[in-house]
């Protein structure tokens, strides 16, 4: 059973940087990556990467601020978020994708497999 574990969210205020992680990436993927949600709509796109090559994919919301990154022997991913504003508060969930044909549409969230409980990220002064 595939459970992804989210962890490093919290309360920051603007202009800080905070490190979101997830774990328990051991099984058979093409990719993972993040989205975030807020109340009333629809979970958003925000970073992926393809777990063999390490290609990576940003929202244009945070390109230049945020980094994703893996670490294969220890089966975890990482967000790095620096310069956070007030927009980039939600709740952030981990995700995979199994399949190359499925990660061609990783910026909607249909498309992926399995997805975390999701932590959440305040941004505000």
């Known amino acids: 059973q595939v459970q992804l574990l989210e962890s490093g969210g919290g309360r920051v205020q603007p202009g800080d940087s905070l490190r979101l992680r997830c774990e328990n990436i051991?099984?058979?993927?093409?990719?993972t990556g993040w989205f975030r949600q807020v109340p009333v709509k629809a979970r958003e796109f925000v970073s992926s990467?393809?777990?063999?090559?390490?290609?990576?994919d940003y929202a244009d919301s945070v390109k230049g601020r945020f980094t994703i990154a893996r670490d294969g022997p220890s089966n975890t991913m990482t967000l790095q978020m620096n310069d956070v504003k007030p927009e980039d508060t939600g709740t952030y969930y981990c995700?995979?994708?199994?399949?190359?044909?499925?990660?061609?549409?990783?910026?909607?969230?249909?498309?992926?497999?399995?997805w975390g409980q999701g932590i959440q990220v305040i941004v505000s002064s």
């Open positions: 051991n099984f058979a993927l093409y990719g």
């Open positions: 995700g995979a994708i199994t399949t190359r044909d499925r990660y061609f549409g990783r910026q909607t969230a249909s498309n992926w497999d399995y």
């Open positions: 990467i393809t777990w063999r090559n390490g290609v990576k």
